[in-house]
């Protein structure tokens, strides 16, 4: 509490309510790590107390260590080069075709009718199904990789784009119409800003199924990238190795996935649902009277 | 001056919302629609804006056709109807973008200042209480100077004292520029208080059923004898509205006043 004694009293009221739920906020982040980083001491202490064998779950020592040495070699550095290419080209494609075709189909009720059907039933196949034949369309190499990528990422994108055009309230397009927009106006002025929060959700949705695919894609014969390094630690029985590429997925997927939203903060800022507000915690409303 | 002729409006579905439904405003007056649920007062009001189009008969301003939304008519809706993603600033310059950036932001200021919120340009749409949010929205729609201005229940949703500020606000604002207000409510003191005329409309379908003149000084007692007396009016012709239409031509336009 003495953070917020500590503050110049000129601040008023509604600030420091700010800061007591900055405070708490952190609170809550830190309660979050507790589970995790408790959760890797003890098993450290298991087996450096012998309770445990680590050889095929190793402590988070040895782990550290197999990171350290991937880092030092330049190989760490390499196959996450290679995995974000693949990933940055498939994501771009995806998100381009499944933003297309959402436009298209959430614009014209012709196209939608002619074409989301399809779309929905490719959708229904398991994406893995297409590795087969990618690998015969494309070739082993990186387009058959950056397709099934690309795959993956489409169609949450399509999906959500169509949707929050579908949902955009017909009262706030009056509006628009009211004051005699034209179509590309009213999609500028209205549609855009009205679509866009929906349309980052599922660009993170997308983005989270082009990390799933990506390693799919590193499954099938790739020499370089972290799906390569789950590989090669399975079949030469590395398990830190395979434990280490794990977490750099996940902090690739965290790193990534937190600068799509930081990208699209500023113009989200009107959101009553802010990204600062605790989950859980009911929205905070300013009533000026 | 609004015209409309023989106006009538059948949805697809073969509802019959509005038929024959003639009337003129003249520039600068204030004219109220009254009537229950379902005599398509709003429709009448959507078909003006250019919302929607009617099936039969014309809608004209200054004796041009009206097709589609007009840049001489706006629209205040029962909500709101701000955008959110704009700042109140932004959502009252929202039809000024033809203007320099400087002429906008002076209009926006001024518009700001007459509806008593100056210092609220910057804050998001959600951080205003619903009064608040309705004041934007008439200044939203007059700040681009209409010649007519539709309003569609504007002042239902909120609280009573909240309505009767308002309704004096728009009386206020309407004396600035004095455009022609057709304002649709369902509370007939509203009507009674601020109309020079009131149309009283009944459904099935929606049709005029009688044009009351309000020849009261403003601004109006709403407790004065007048008043209750044509309120006492209006309730019966609603009351009469909806076994036999035929009755209602039996009362007198005008009252003993």
Not at chain 1, 37 to 57: C, D, H, P, T
Not at chain 2, 83 to 92: E, H, K, S, Y
Not at chain 2, 163 to 178: F, K, M
Request: overall charge positive.
């Amino acid at each position: 509490m003495s953070h917020v004694e500590g503050l110049p009293l000129t601040r008023g009221v509604p600030q420091r309510a700010d800061t007591r739920l900055r405070i708490r906020r952190q609170g809550r982040w830190l309660l979050g790590l507790l589970v995790p980083a408790g959760a890797a001491l003890a098993w450290e202490l298991a087996v450096r107390a012998g309770l445990a064998n680590g050889r095929l779950m190793p402590p988070p020592s040895v782990l550290g260590a197999t990171l350290l040495d991937l880092a030092q070699g330049g190989d760490l550095a390499l196959h996450i080069r290679a995995t974000l290419a693949r990933m940055a080209a498939g994501f771009a494609l995806g998100v381009l075709a499944g933003t297309a075709l959402g436009v298209l189909t959430g614009t014209f009720a012709g196209v939608r009718a002619a074409l989301d059907p399809t779309l929905q039933a490719l959708r229904a196949i398991p994406s893995i199904a297409w590795v087969p034949l990618f690998i015969l369309w494309f070739g082993i190499f990186e387009a058959s990789k950056i397709m099934l990528i690309a795959v993956g990422v489409a169609f949450p994108v399509y999906l959500g784009t169509l949707g929050a055009i579908r949902t955009v309230d017909r009262r706030i397009v009056e509006v628009g119409r009211s004051f005699r927009l034209g179509r590309l106006a009213l999609a500028r002025r209205i549609l855009f800003p009205a679509v866009l929060p929906h349309y980052v959700v599922a660009l993170r949705s997308g983005l989270g199924l082009g990390w799933m695919f990506v390693v799919a894609a590193e499954f099938m014969g790739a020499s370089e990238g972290l799906g390569y390094l789950l590989v090669d630690g399975q079949q030469l029985g590395k398990p830190a190795q395979i434990l280490a590429a794990i977490l750099v997925f996940a902090l690739l997927g965290k790193l990534t996935d937190t600068l799509l939203v930081a990208a699209a903060a500023p113009f989200l800022r009107w959101q009553d649902v802010a990204q600062d507000v605790v989950p859980g915690e009911p929205p905070r409303r300013r009533e000026p009277c | 001056m609004l015209s409309l002729r023989h106006v009538g409006k059948t949805y697809p579905n073969g509802a019959e919302a509005l038929a024959g439904v003639t009337l003129e405003v003249a520039p600068g007056e204030i004219l109220a629609i009254v009537g229950g649920s379902g005599c398509g007062k709003s429709t009448l009001l959507r078909l003006v804006a250019g919302l929607e189009g009617a099936s039969a008969g014309r809608i004209a301003l200054d004796g041009v056709p009206l097709a589609g939304p007009h840049p001489a008519i706006g629209i205040v809706f029962q909500e709101p109807r701000l955008l959110p993603w704009l700042t109140v600033a932004g959502n009252i310059g929202f039809g000024l973008t033809h203007l320099s950036r400087p002429a906008r932001e002076a209009r926006i200021a001024a518009a700001l200042a007459r509806i008593g919120l100056p210092d609220y340009g910057g804050r998001w749409p959600r951080e205003l209480s619903g009064g608040q949010a309705q004041r934007v929205a008439l200044a939203r729609a007059l700040v681009v100077e209409p010649r007519v201005l539709l309003l569609d229940e504007p002042f239902s949703a909120l609280d009573a004292f909240i309505r009767e500020d308002l309704q004096g606000h728009l009386l206020a604002l309407w004396s600035d520029t004095r455009p022609t207000l057709v304002l649709v409510t369902h509370d007939i003191e509203e009507a009674l208080v601020l109309a020079d005329r009131v149309v009283v409309m009944q459904p099935k379908p929606g049709r005029i059923t009688q044009v009351l003149t309000i020849d009261l000084p403003r601004p109006r007692a709403r407790t004065g004898a007048d008043l209750l007396h044509l309120k006492q009016q209006v309730l019966g012709l609603l009351r009469h509205a909806r076994p036999a239409a035929a009755k209602a031509n039996a009362y007198a336009a005008s009252p003993a006043a």
